[in-house]
């Protein structure tokens, strides 16, 4: 019991430490890169795709490269599942009312379905996600980060032709490079910590490690789910439904694509014919309730959450 | 009978907000419409995310404070914009006090749900406010 209280307790420590060092690691990385000389535009885009992403980023490569690769295939996977049916769902039902606009569900909302797809695809034909696959997501990530660049810059030309340019010029010291380290390493030690609790306890309570790893996304989604959340409550609704989308698609072409190129990774037959579709059940889900009126009202919200319970409990209790 | 009037909006119900305080307004009148970024966000949120989230609302804000300047575009109306970042009710209590406004007009924006999961500042400003509170009826 003792040895329990104190894995849940590091765990949570862990996640807090990894959550934190990502912050620090990805602003000290902006500041880098903006002393550089590389575009702003291009680290906005950027951090803010990767900056709610790298706990789950982190904890699926350390699990993957050291042997307990369900639970790093459960935690993207369980995580893109929570980031639509729970943090959405909980977010409308705080708010009453989510809008989004058709050009953002057009882009991510499609490049979402497509990862989905894509990765399930995959997973049905060959079993296990392979070099090929991984280089085939890397290459798709690479394209949508283009395409959010592409549009973030327009839409920056059509802000400077009538407003004047803020011309920034900063100089990179050492304290910033020192972060970053710091930052990195945190975010190391905390992911090697997170998979260790993750594993230990999945064997205490008897549970597959990919259960572990969907029940793990939990925690590493926080950031997710604090981002989600207040944008709602604020009104940020774009800022909202960006963050869910722009996580799911980094989750699974990053946080499952950059592994695959180090090492195989094996998948279990459960998360191929169960987690991997409701997945994509529940991406097409969340575009059709949107789509309806470019919403999501509390209702909807409730649709969502209980979503996933059902696919929660099931997995729990029939497929555990 | 009110010569300093603070109005106060997040961008909803305008034209309702507009309607109640042009009725209040017997002659010259100093309207003040503040704007509050709410700046507070939960401990695990990114930095990123908290300066990007503080930049959106600052320009929904600007946008907000530009379209109620039109709606009292009206000879003997000396309108004034007021931005300010922090906690919504407390902000407004302080401008009130601050700006010796003889009145605060504000909507009481949300329905009971929504009262009771995200707060309401209305709730919070009666307790504390330094003068009379003109609460215009805009649930749904």
């Not at chain 1, 789950?56 to 980031?83: H, K, Q, R, Y």
């Not at chain 2, 006090?97 to 909507?107: A, C, K, P, Q, R």
């Amino acid at each position: 019991m003792f040895e329990l209280f104190i894995l849940i307790l590091a765990l949570i420590i862990s996640l807090i430490i990894v959550i934190k060092a990502a912050d620090v690691f990805v602003d000290s990385i902006v500041e880098i890169g903006l002393a550089l000389g590389i575009s702003e535009i291009i680290l906005g885009v950027t951090a803010s795709a990767v900056g709610t992403s790298l706990p789950e980023f982190g904890s699926a490569m350390i699990a993957i490269l050291t042997g307990s690769p369900d639970v790093g295939v459960g935690c993207a996977i369980g995580a893109n599942i929570w980031n639509i049916a729970g943090i959405l769902g909980v977010s409308a039902i705080f708010a009453g009312l989510i809008t989004t606009k058709m050009e953002e569900v057009r882009r991510d909302g499609s490049m979402a379905f497509l990862t989905t797809l894509t990765i399930t695809v995959a997973l049905l034909l060959m079993g296990e996600i392979s070099f090929v696959v991984g280089i085939i997501l890397i290459i798709m990530y690479v394209v949508y980060l283009w395409i959010l660049i592409r549009a973030q810059k327009s839409s920056k030309d059509r802000e400077i032709e009538c407003c004047e340019v803020d011309e920034k010029n900063r100089d990179l010291n050492k304290k910033t490079i020192l972060m970053a380290v710091l930052g990195l390493v945190g975010l190391a030690i905390g992911c090697r910590a997170i998979v260790y609790c993750t594993v230990e306890l999945s064997v205490m309570a008897s549970i597959p490690e990919v259960l572990a790893g969907i029940l793990l996304a939990f925690g590493t989604t926080a950031p997710e789910f604090f981002t989600v959340l207040t944008s709602a409550k604020k009104g940020l609704n774009s800022l909202a439904i960006g963050t869910v989308f722009g996580s799911n698609i980094f989750n699974i072409l990053i946080g499952l694509g950059i592994p695959s190129l180090l090492v195989t990774i094996p998948v279990e037959p459960i998360t191929i014919y169960f987690d991997a579709p409701v997945m994509v059940f529940m991406t097409l889900l969340l575009l059709f309730l949107i789509k309806r009126g470019m919403k999501l009202t509390r209702v909807e919200g409730i649709i969502l959450v209980a979503s996933y319970i059902i696919y929660i409990v099931t997995r729990l209790t029939i497929f555990s | 009978m009110y010569d300093k009037i603070l109005l106060t909006t997040m961008g909803e119900y305008m034209d309702e907000i507009i309607e109640h305080t042009l009725n209040l307004i017997q002659g010259e009148a100093e309207v003040i419409c503040i704007y509050i970024v709410e700046t507070s966000v939960p401990f695990l949120t990114p930095k990123k995310v908290k300066e990007m989230m503080i930049d959106e609302l600052t320009a929904k804000g600007k946008d907000i404070l530009e379209d109620m300047s039109k709606g009292f575009d009206k000879p003997g109306i000396n309108f004034r914009k007021l931005m300010v970042k922090g906690n919504p009710a407390d902000e407004i209590v302080k401008a009130a006090t601050d700006e010796e406004v003889d009145v605060i007009v504000m909507g009481t924006g949300k329905s009971i749900v929504d009262k009771h999961l995200l707060g309401s500042v209305s709730e919070k400003v009666v307790h504390s406010a330094p003068c009379t509170i003109l609460l215009v009826r805009t649930a749904n």
